[in-house]
């Protein structure tokens, strides 16, 4: 593991007073922790230091050609005032799945995260207290090289961000409303979707824009090849509850394999439920939904926690799923998922690392 080095800001920030008022992604604490990486030399420089702008050549690769990855995960604030992470390990190696496909060196996963809980310790204070609410964690890595050809560079920045966040979605557990796009594509076979590359959250936003024009919070990914079958939803996995079976679409390159959907698969069947991943058609969902069959959708990720859908339009047909309120399954998924983040249940699965 490499030393770390702290530089304190001399200045601090005001923080939030309300925590109501948080969203999602829109205030940085006082600090970040960055490292370096040269091709031969590895990674070096392992810092943290007061949160500032970057100044990079305004040919820097990252900039042309894109090769960017990032993650994300969480820290929770106990009701004993102990703070803790989920998972945290978990992130740092599929940031290294990530590197590989996109041509980027494997992190050096110990010191990010060490790095990440000196990090926190300095920033405990920005880990809001209310409930639904916790401290975002944004690690990202950046080509650095200063040249134009397409080649994989040689020099990388790795770097890790904190943002105090409440709930992804404005209105938090009340179900939204999705548009099944059939037009445009997320990923393929052989692409980058089960990689969290920038260029994958890039080559979805005009879909996304003209889905909220419509009124809808995101985008429901069907295959790249036949538009048939259900993928995910960007910011999140999805899953469909069939009373208490649980099916979601099985990894299979194209999907990005969410460590949130992972934990909820773990706990639904610690919690009795059935659960199924496999090849997921929309005509079939839409076709279940109208038939009462499938009892609830929601979709599963970091930022989202567990997001009830409560409908799904395609073309020109919505479909209705539940009465309007999060259904049973996902309520009690929800909280017991929650429960084990902020530490009011206990963690059988290991995913917990406490920091104080
Ligand atoms: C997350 O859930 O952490 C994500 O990265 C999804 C989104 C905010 C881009």
């Not at 803790?84 to 590197?99: E, I, K, V, W, Y």
């Not at 005509?283 to 109208?290: E, T």
């Not at 799923?321 to 998924?333: C, E, R, S, T």
């Amino acid at each position: 593991m490499l030393p770390i080095s702290i530089t304190k800001a001399t200045a601090l920030k005001e923080k939030p007073t309300d925590e109501s008022k948080l969203g999602f992604g829109k205030i940085f604490t006082d600090h970040m922790f960055l490292m370096d990486y040269e091709e031969g030399r590895g990674w070096y420089d392992a810092r943290i230091v007061p949160y500032a702008n970057f100044s990079l050549d305004p040919a820097t690769t990252v900039f042309h050609y894109g090769q960017a990855i990032f993650e994300g995960s969480k820290c929770y604030r106990r009701a004993d005032g102990g703070l803790q992470l989920f998972r945290p390990q978990d992130n740092l190696a599929r940031m290294t799945r990530s590197a590989k496909r996109m041509g980027m060196p494997a992190l050096d996963e110990e010191t990010a995260l060490e790095g990440l809980k000196q990090l926190i310790l300095i920033e405990k204070d920005w880990v809001p207290h209310q409930e639904g609410t916790s401290l975002y964690i944004r690690p990202t890595m950046i080509a650095t090289d200063v040249m134009l050809g397409v080649h994989a560079a040689r020099h990388y920045l790795f770097y890790i961000i904190l943002d105090p966040v409440g709930s992804y979605y404005k209105d938090g557990l009340k179900p939204v409303g999705i548009y099944v796009e059939d037009e445009y594509v997320r990923a393929v076979r052989g692409g980058t979707g089960f990689t969290k590359c920038a260029g994958n959250y890039a080559a979805s936003i005009l879909a996304g824009a003209i889905a909220e024009e419509k009124g809808f919070s995101q985008v429901l990914w069907l295959d790249g090849v036949e538009q048939k079958y259900v993928e995910e939803v960007g910011s999140m996995n999805m899953m469909f509850a069939y009373g208490s079976k649980i099916v979601t679409p099985a990894l299979n390159g194209s999907i990005l394999p969410g460590i949130t959907r992972q934990s909820v698969l773990t706990l639904a069947r610690q919690l009795g439920y059935e659960t199924v991943e496999t090849r997921l058609a929309i005509d079939d969902i839409f076709a279940d939904a109208k038939s009462g069959k499938l009892t609830e959708a929601f979709g599963t990720g970091t930022a989202a926690v567990i997001s009830p859908v409560g409908s799904l339009c395609r073309k020109d047909e919505t479909i209705v799923i539940g009465d309007g309120n999060i259904g049973p399954v996902a309520q009690k998924l929800y909280d017991t998922l929650t429960g084990i983040q902020y530490g009011r249940i206990p963690d059988e699965n290991n995913w917990i690392v406490r920091l104080s």
